[in-house]
């Protein structure tokens, strides 16, 4: 059954919250099917079977969008990878994967850009080649037929703005999201209201953070984002337990498992720090209390969480017929039909 996508980014804002479910790189590094480090989803070739699963998972789950697996399968990565003769398949068949899981689904189409690491102030070598690393990836989505863009996990606002200027040249809405690392600012040193402000004036129809933080270390700044600007606001968390003197899932250090192999428990052995889907409940509310507009988990999430937000947002999507009822547990629950002595010994469990 093919249900077209009926609304867009701008009308479904206006009617309600939007989920974007992402964390793509995490969740299938954690299934087996890429390498933590590099980070390249060469997956999306190699098994594309698993993208279009896990697209369908999150939309289950509650996600309004399906977002293209295309984060860091950009130019810079695939050579460091050498095999710059995948970026253009690579791209394509990532694009095709989610547009077929959206176009049956109803959800919307997104594509994706996002940071270079290639990137450096001042530097116009630098400058044209990120521009022509967007200009590419977009074309591609553009001919792929996305409903709007995502550029995220950008740490220097300038360069979000590069992605925004390509990303307008398509005429399509831009969903436009910065990084925070330890230090409460960009990396060329703005503050995150101002430089969501500086994104918003320049024509993002949304604007907000995505990744490096857990949610008790991104609201604060979502809060101030929200009053600098005047557009829809973007919150995006890793569901991790970052803290104040440990605000980054990369600052993140382990005391039960203090010297993991490479020294710190980013990224594959984070999970003591995973959020419960309740902790990702309580953002939710309290990002839309906030007056939060769009939603998400970055990487780390899985379908649970997405769930979690939706059901927070007073959704029930699909997976919400398999939410917990802890009433027939067989120890721990209270139905009338089950038995005393086992009830009696859910205490001692
Ligand atoms: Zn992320």
Known sequence: MTTPSTSSLTERLVAGPVICAEGYLFELERRGYLQAGAFV???????????????????????????????????????????????????????????????????LLAGNICNTNVYQPGN????????????????????????????????????????????????????????????????????????????????????????????????????????????PVAALPVPYRTRADQPSFQSLRDPAYPDPPGGRPFPIALDPFTCNRFEIADFTRAARDLGVAYYGVCCGAGPHHIRAMAEALGRTPPASRYSADMSKHAFLGSDAKLLEHNQAYGSRL
């Open 41 to 107: 989803p060469e997956v999306v070739l190699e098994h594309p079977e698993e993208i279009t699963a896990l697209h369908h998972e999150f939309v289950h789950a509650g996600s309004d969008v399906v977002e293209a697996f295309t984060y860091y399968a950009h130019r810079e990565k695939l050579r460091m990878i050498g095999k710059l003769d995948l970026l253009e398949p690579l791209n394509r068949a990532a694009l095709e994967i989610a547009k077929s899981v959206a176009r049956e689904t109803g959800t």
């Open 124 to 231: 116009p070598d630098a400058i044209a080649a990120v521009t022509q690393m967007f200009t590419e990836q977009v074309d591609w989505a553009v001919q792929a037929g996305v409903d709007f863009f995502v550029g995220e996990t950008f740490s220097f606002a300038e360069e979000a703005l590069i992605a925004l200027e390509v990303i307008q040249r398509s005429g399509l809405p831009a969903v436009i999201t910065l990084a925070v690392h330890q230090e409460p600012e960009t990396r060329e040193g703005w503050s995150v209201p101002d430089a969501c402000k500086r994104i918003a004036d320049a024509g993002a129809d949304v604007v907000g953070l995505n990744c490096i933080r857990g949610p008790e270390t991104m609201l604060p700044f979502i809060e101030a984002i929200v009053r600098a600007v005047d557009v």
